[in-house]
């Protein structure tokens, strides 16, 4: 019987078709969740006018969706781990789109907060586990890449958001926002056929056979016969505590990558739920308004790349740094009297640098953890994470009340990366001496640094 090690034949893998798949696959997945999230922000000025809703109450319902998703990350993150990335991922996606689209035919603000508290559910849960799966079957050599790339339809879903907004909602309504959520539904079948397994949970399962074929589409040209036994050196059993997090030299990397979580999140669903608002207060139309929330999630999709090209050559970490710095720099600057084209590219480019930088903490996230947690590791930071994102809404509600000038409304909104650089920084030095990290099964991860 001849023994073979997962993690080494999947690193060292040539790419494939098969990765393609599974990278766009995700990505297609985090189009329709981007929109489900930037929804909100499009239709909040209508709404606001519908439904008679003061600033704090607009901010109050933009965040029930995020109370959504940040006990859907802590549900569906571990949960996967027991009953597989798949599942857990095609539980998700049926779960937010059919809440989306129930959300359109809600009369008041109650049953739209219900609705939208349940669409969280499902979009919580998917981010981590469609994360951890590209993250398990990347080579090597181009998995921060891979990993930003598939994320970077999180952001192309928010320019799907403004983009139909645009079109849509002077025409057929805010409700008709909410109806199209539906539509990516008749995909179901193709992602149940064609997305895999984690070949990570069907070891766990003792089926050797069928990981065996799912590595087989991996290396093609590897000889996977029946006399081969597949191991992995951090597999380990279903049950996976929240206390492994912290064990093993992992605790200063759990809480630094909690509170880098926090801030992202917090200045993305700021600036998702309140730009068009902001920029309506100050003047601009809603088309123009929305133009805004269509160029920051474009910058979004740039920066995701860029930065996941950055990450595979030089240090995945400090290039978060980096955009977490400028991030800081432009929001701040969004706020003073600047001519229209300066003003869309400092969108662009806080897009870039907070939804860019949120994927590229997920992918940071992914590597720090061994595989057999790592499900777990991504549901944990990205439900902590929804606590800052349940914040953002809430945040720019009370500054809107406060009718505070504009400059102070971004200054507050850049705060947060500030910390966030911060927090990354104590991660660099406190790991940039570390060779390795050892796992939950006695294997060693190394630190991304």
């Known amino acids: 019987m001849k023994t073979i090690e997962v993690n080494q034949i999947i690193d060292n893998a040539r790419f494939t078709r098969f990765h ?39 901010g109050a319902l933009g965040s029930y969706a995020l109370f959504g998703m940040m006990f859907g990350a802590f549900v569906f993150g571990p949960l996967a ?50 994360v951890a799966l590209v993250n398990e079957y990347a080579p090597k050599r181009a998995r ?25 909602l002077p025409r057929f309504g805010w409700q008709s926002m909410f109806w199209a959520a539906a539509v990516p539904l008749v995909l179901l079948p193709v992602i149940l ?59 200063m990397g759990t809480f630094m990558i909690w509170l880098s979580f926090f801030c992202c999140l917090l200045m993305v669903y700021a600036l998702g739920s309140w730009l068009p608002k902001l920029m309506a207060g100050a003047g601009y139309s809603l088309g123009s308004s929305l133009s805004f929330l269509l160029m920051l999630n474009f910058g979004g999709v740039v920066g995701a790349i860029a930065g996941g090209w950055l990450g595979d050559r030089f240090s995945l970490p400090k290039v978060v740094v980096a955009f977490f710095t400028l991030g800081t720099v432009s929001i701040a600057l969004l706020g003073l009297n600047s001519p229209m084209p300066v003003l869309y590219l400092l969108i662009a480019i806080a897009g870039a640098t907070t939804i860019g930088t949120q ?46 000038p504009l400059k102070l409304n971004f200054l507050v909104f850049a705060v947060p990366g500030l910390v966030a650089a911060l927090a990354i920084g104590c991660f660099i030095l406190w790991y940039s001496g570390k060779a390795e990290l050892p796992s939950v099964s006695g294997a060693v991860a190394r630190p991304v640094v």
Request: proline residues 4%; aromatic residues 10%; hydrophobic residues 50%.
């Open 20 to 58: 393609w798949m599974v990278t766009l696959l995700c990505a297609l997945l985090l189009v329709f969740d981007g929109y489900d999230l930037f929804i909100y922000g499009a239709v909040l000025p209508v709404l606001m006018k519908e439904w008679g809703l003061t600033p704090v109450e607009a």
């Open 81 to 130: 781990d027991r009953i597989g990335r798949k599942k857990g991922v095609a539980i998700s996606f049926v779960l937010f789109s059919v809440s989306t689209f129930l959300s359109g035919f809600a009369s008041t603000p109650t049953e739209f907060g219900i609705f939208r508290f349940i669409a969280g559910l499902g979009c919580g849960g998917l981010m981590p586990n469609a």
């Open 144 to 168: 921060s890449t891979l990993v930003a790339i598939m994320f970077s339809g999180y952001s192309l879903g928010g320019v799907l958001c403004a983009g139909l907004g645009i079109y849509m």
């Open 193 to 251: 056929w064609k997305l895999p397994e984690s070949v990570g949970f069907l070891l766990r399962q003792g089926q050797q056979v069928k990981a065996r074929q799912m590595l087989g589409q991996v290396v093609p040209l590897e000889q996977l016969g029946a006399d081969v036994h597949l191991v992995q050196a951090d597999a380990k059993g279903a049950s996976v505590p929240m206390l492994d997090l912290f064990q093993q030299g992992r605790a």
């Open 359 to 404: 994927i590229l903490l997920y992918a940071n996230t992914a590597q720090f953890y061994p595989l057999a947690i790592r499900s777990t590791g991504l549901g944990w930071a990205s439900g902590i994470g929804r606590t800052g994102a349940i914040v953002g809404p809430l945040l720019g509600g009370w500054l809107m009340a406060a009718a505070l």
